[in-house]
């Protein structure tokens, strides 16, 4: 025995038979490797060139094209071209060169809170129209509170695209 080195055990010898198998395997996996390769998909998607604040209008400058490299070409919950998100507000912070998911950008309110809303009411011929202030912010579709600012009573309403509020039956 050589004074210095322990002997090799049984336990020392396992690890080397496993980084050998590793090593095998890697040069076998290696030659596997254009096969995995050729099965994956190239997918373009937009992504923010900067970074996007909460709260900041993405415009088309804000965004570059990129191609990502995947197994998969699931792209659901990612917005996958420039009009789903050109236009909408950033919920929170979007990063460069990172897809952008569906959920993390919403409609522009077209309703702000505290901003005096024309409301409507129509049934029929009858069409009612009044002022009412919104006590929360809404976009186009979004069932919002009103306070009516003749009455001091809250109603309900849904934002119109154009900005107005329907109350009533639709």
Do not use: C
Not at 15 to 44: D, I, N, Q, S
């Amino acid at each position: 025995m050589v004074r210095g080195r322990r002997p090799a055990t049984t336990g020392m010898m396992g690890k080397v038979a496993l980084l050998a198998w590793g090593l095998l395997g890697l040069a076998a996996g290696g030659a596997m490797l254009p096969a995995a390769v050729a099965h994956a998909r190239e997918t373009v998607l937009p992504v923010p060139r900067i970074t996007i604040y909460p709260g900041n209008v993405i415009t088309d400058e804000m965004l570059i094209d990129k191609s990502f490299r995947s197994q998969s070409t699931d792209t659901r919950g990612l917005a996958t071209n420039r009009a789903a998100l050109v236009g909408k507000v950033a919920r929170g912070t979007l990063l460069p060169n990172v897809p952008v998911s569906s959920g993390a950008v919403r409609e522009p309110f077209a309703v702000l809170q505290g901003q005096p809303a024309v409301v409507i009411f129509k049934s029929g011929a009858l069409l009612i129209s009044a002022t009412a202030v919104p006590l929360q912010p809404g976009s186009s579709g979004d069932v919002i509170s009103l306070r009516n600012t003749d009455s001091g009573t809250t109603i309900r309403g849904t934002v119109q695209p154009d900005g107005t509020v329907r109350v009533g039956m639709p």
